[in-house]
């Protein structure tokens, strides 16, 4: 299949666009003016005109969980909630339009910060307020804290408080389960959820596959795989049914793996990789969130002294997966968001660093820092993995979170840049969603989506549009090993592009967060 785009302003990299492209089989063959690659032309090439349009490659986003995002925008939507009371109505409304559910409801989006009034977590009496007949757990906003209904504690057989390894089962007044549950205590209610279908889960990853185009999305890092679990074999069976069929994401797994062994196993007996399905990186999850105070700190919480968060892996556990994954000759990317789990992983990734460093070991989210953390992610060349969406919600919380010194330093995106960290890009989806525009307004303007404070939050660590996009294209590639076939517009890359409403270049960057994509291509074919 052959194709020539012409008459487009085509984003190539920072100060450097084209008017053309050639493309053959999905490949980028040739580029330059529309004159001549026009020159270019052969029977049955087709020729689209693209009309004065703003082209940039695919958006590529460096961590989320792609299928678990397609599940939670079919479940009990809590997201945006401003009470405790909003919550229990959108639970009700939802049994209310599916009179024959029956079994398990789950949901997730509460977020307690965001409540107008009473700014508290949920527990199980409110919970029971939508219904005690069936069990009902509602997943916090971040994913690290749940609460359930008391039908649920039955059925999940907990009557006691305790604490978890790396999580917590929290009580009430009365000194019994209140429904709340943080970090690793969270998986005792998996056995409340129904087994999956390849089927089931494969139409699921079609659907948000689908949305995923629409935003521009051609290719993701996701986090759906825990080898171990009975669901990720069945999990992982519809993500190869997807990539041999008609896929227009392309897929790079960040996998956990339950235990040191299984992860030696795993690699022994090898992956089969595609241009369309990649099996990337080891995941660890190190510590919490911010909004639920289960990000481990290296001092207690401003806001509560009696918690420095949630270490969900011992030093010696990060350092046993670190090690055996170098070993391996297996990338890290691990979940860090406090200063204290930073410390830890970056203490792992040092005892490594001769071959870390070839091998891009990773953090993800890297929120709360100083000068001296970053500065020994540039130093051992550790990558970070951020999300500038978080912002919407943090920048409203982290000052009395942390302190007001400590918060300047955090979700330094600029200085990163500075350091010469590879920075890229994603939305944690679904943490926040994957509006891309929405993440690059955060990251260049450095604001919430209501465009507040009018300067900026922390404005020095403002980024330009160039490098907004890169980190949501090519850096992408870069932490998978793939810079060389994506995310630049340029002679050998995938043909993975998406044409814009308007030129984001030179628009005003408070409209940025307006953009919408025309059309999106991947492998050469609009889709």
Known sequence: MRTILHSGKIYQEKGKFCEALLIEDGVITKTGSSEKILMLYEDGTDIIDLMDSTVVPGFNDSHLHFYYHGVTMASVNVYGSTSVEEVIEKGRDYLRQHPHHSGYLWGRGWNQNQFVGEKRMLTKDDIDKISV???????????????????????ANINESGIVEGGEILVGEDGLPNGLFTENAIDLLECLKPRLTVEDVKKQIEQIAKIANQRGITSVSTNDLHMGDENSKIIE??????????????INHQICYNTPEILKASVAKGFKSTDFLRYGPLKIFTDGSLGARTALMRTPYADDVSTRGIACMTPEQIDE?????????????????????????????????????????????????????????????????VQPIFLHADLHIVEDRVGKQLA?????????????????????????????????HCAVNRQDLMSYPSVGYNPKEKVDVFTAIDNYTVEGAYASFEEQQKGRLMTGHFADLIVLSDDIFTIPTQEIKELQVLKTMVHGVFV
């Open 133 to 155: 007949d069936i069990p009902i757990v509602l997943g916090r906003a971040c994913g690290h804290v749940a609460v359930c209904n008391s039908k649920a504690l039955e059925l």
């Open 237 to 250: 069976q519809a993500y190869v049914q997807y990539a041999s069929e008609r896929p227009t994401v392309r």
């Open 321 to 385: 997966y670190v090690q055996t994954a170098t070993d391996l000759g297996m990338q890290v990317v691990a979940h860090a968001i406090g200063d204290g789990a930073m410390e830890n992983v970056l203490n792992a990734y040092a005892k490594v660093i001769d071959l870390g460093k070839s091998l891009r070991h990773g953090i993800i989210h890297c929120q709360i820092t100083d000068h001296d953390i970053l500065q020994r992610m540039s130093d051992l060349d550790v990558l970070a993995l």
């Open 408 to 440: 300047s330093s955090s979700y330094a995106f600029k200085t990163m840049e500075d350091l010469g960290i590879h920075v890229s890009y994603g939305s944690d989806a679904p943490v926040e969603d994957f509006n891309v525009f929405e993440g690059i």
